[in-house]
T-cell receptor, first 114, second 119 residues
Framework: DGGITQSPKYLFRKEGQNVTLSCEQNLNHDAMYWYRQDPGQGLRLIYYSQIVNDFQKGDIAEGYSVSREKKESFPLTVTSAQKNPTAFYLC?????????????FGPGTRLTVL | AQKVTQAQTEISVVEKEDVTLDCVYETRDTTYYLFWYKQPPSGELVFLIRRNSFDEQNEISGRYSWNFQKSTSSFNFTITASQVVDSAVYFCALRSYNAGGTSYGKLTFGQGTILTVHP
């Protein structure tokens, strides 16, 4: 079955630690995205990537980093510079960046900073 | 600037009632797409519908229907004869070309409406 997988489902981090969230897709999509969701709010874009070895900052990129070494993988690192990292993180992919391309989402990772 | 407003934070209905979720959007672009997503308790967003700015035809899919009106910048979603399984958070989203002067069509989400359907 084609889809997007994210791991882990739940993640706990101590303050000052970097953590990496995994996102893998087997939909053969070129574009991938990372969103952050806070309670009572819509999704906010952190980073996106149109193609391998290329990625761009979204609206709230500070304190985050990404890489895109393979088409199917787009890991997100939450660094210690992110002041309030506790949130629900969603990865998505689409065929391309065109406005008509719907985005397909993974099941999400819930990150809690202790 | 793009903006999507879902004024209804929470809606509670009893099973079999009809319910309409409101969505109002703002954009200066003439070419854009509107989307609805469903987020069940599991957390994954499920794509429901896409509508482009040049197609104002209403759409019906089973118990779901969508009413797109450019004159009022609205893209409302109606669930007929609601069921408990419809309980979820519903997001309206907007994506247009050249938003912000780049070639990337940014997807802008509303705040979401929490729908609870009671048996």
């Amino acid at each position: 079955d084609g889809g997007i997988t994210q791991s882990p489902k739940y993640l706990f981090r101590k303050e000052g630690q970097n953590v990496t969230l995994s996102c893998e897709q087997n939909l053969n999509h070129d574009a991938m995205y990372w969103y952050r969701q806070d309670p009572g709010q819509g999704l906010r874009l952190i980073y996106y990537s149109q193609i391998v070895n290329d990625f761009q900052k979204g609206d709230i990129a500070e304190g985050y980093s990404v890489s895109r070494e393979k088409k199917e993988s787009f890991p997100l690192t939450v660094t210690s510079a992110q002041k309030n990292p506790t949130a629900f993180y969603l990865c998505a992919s689409s065929e391309g960046l065109a406005e008509y391309n719907e985005q397909f989402f993974g099941p999400g990772t819930r990150l809690t900073v202790l | 600037a793009q903006k999507v407003t879902q004024a209804q934070t929470e809606i509670s209905v009893v099973e079999k009632e009809d319910v309409t979720l409101d969505c109002v959007y703002e954009t200066r672009d003439t070419t854009y797409y509107l989307f609805w997503y469903k987020q069940p308790p599991s957390g994954e967003l499920v794509f429901l519908i896409r509508r482009n700015s040049f197609d104002e035809q209403n759409e019906i899919s089973g118990r779901y229907s969508w009413n797109f009106q450019k004159s009022t910048s609205s893209f409302n979603f109606t669930i007929t004869a609601s069921q408990v399984v419809d309980s979820a958070v519903y997001f309206c989203a907007l994506r247009s070309y050249n938003a912000g002067g780049t070639s990337y069509g940014k997807l802008t989400f509303g705040q979401g409406t929490i729908l609870t359907v009671h048996p």
